[in-house]
Structures are given as structure tokens and as C-alpha cells.
């Protein structure tokens, strides 16, 4: 008899690009997060995303997403063709960043001189923010999230669409990185984890091959 394999992908893919005009917010069981749409070019990122989902084989068999607006309106153009019903996870929502909520990154690091020469050294700021969720709890339940997609789900790949954030947060421990945020996913980029038992390994990082060369996706 021969055994089912074990071996998955588990596909972490970021937002498109977002509204930063936008002043619209939602009361998460974190406090209040800011949750602005897609940005026209997000929404034309969403649909070349779309494109490339479609076209891989085999499909995916399940799509769990951030209910955060920016998270949905990027899954929907793939979710309607493929005619998947996506699962939403407040876990899987973005890190709440406390009084930084909203606020522009370059207003952000203009309040605080020791903030840009951090970001000018290559240093995380993360922590750094009034009330901030404290990066061992975002982790957990991160973590907690997306192993909990996992288990019941042996022997197809999976699609994740949620926040940079929460795509450090799953993946520096695989790494051995300590601190949050050590590297910023393009927008609909495409991060992926093999998922073998309870062993993981980091495929690729932050691949927009659809974005920078679209052509490639055409007619799958």
C-alpha cells in the first residue's frame, strides 16, 4: 500500500499595496488597527497575482487570509475565478503597533532622531512603538494560526494571505532570527515554506516574479 505523502507548501503571500490616504480603522481584539483598502496599483497587483495563482499546478487546496481590508481585496480576484471559499483568521492580522497605528512610516521616524539612525543602521524599530504588541505574543499567535491551518491539511498546499509582519513573525524563528521585521515582502509577494511532518524549511522569499515579469503568467 503506498503511504500519502506528508510534504506540502505552505505559500505566505503579503497584501498589495495600500491606500496610504486612507484614515479608515477596525477595532481588533488588539486595540484599534488601522485598515485602509488597496491602492489602485494594489488592486492591479491583486489581479497579477491572481493570474499567477491560477496557473500553478496543483491548485492550492485551501485559502485562509487576514480579515484585515487589504488582506480580502487582494485574495477576492483570485478567490472568485477559482471559485474557492477563502477562510478568515483574525489571527492572522497584521501586528498592532500601538500610538504608531496609521501614522505614516516617515512621520513616524521624524518624531524621534534615535529612531532614523536606527533605520539608518539597519536596526529594528518594531518594539520601539507606544504600545506595541510585544513581538513573543505576535509570534505565538502567529504561529499558533497558521500551524493550526496546517495540521488537519496533509497533503495539499496551502495559501496564506496576510501582512508582512505576520510573515516575519512565522518565519524568523524558522531562521534563527531573534528580532521582528528583518525583511520587508513586496507587496503580493510570494514566501514559501515546505511542510514536511512537523519539520520546516524556507523555499523562497519574497518573489514578485509576477509583478516584474507578468508575461510569464499569461494563458497558464
Known sequence: MTEQPTEQILYLIRHGASD??????SVTPRGRQWDPPLSEIGRDQAQLLAKRL???RPQPIAVHSSPMRRARETVAPYAEVAGIDVVFDDDLAEGYVGEWEGKPFEEILASDERLLQRVRNQE????????VEQITPFRARV???IE??????LGGNIVVVCHGGVIN????PLLGVDHEMFFIPEN???NSVIVDGDARRVRFLND???????RLFEDA
Not at 514578485?208 to 507578468?214: E, R
Open 20 to 25: 496610504f490616504d486612507s484614515r479608515e480603522f
Open 54 to 56: 491560477l496557473s500553478m
Open 124 to 131: 529594528p524599530i518594531y518594539g520601539h512603538a507606544p504600545g
Open 143 to 145: 504561529k499558533a494560526a
Open 148 to 153: 493550526g491551518i496546517l495540521q488537519p491539511q
Open 169 to 172: 513573525a512565522y518565519i524568523a
Open 188 to 190: 503580493t509577494s510570494m
Open 208 to 214: 514578485y516574479l509576477h509583478l516584474s515579469d507578468p
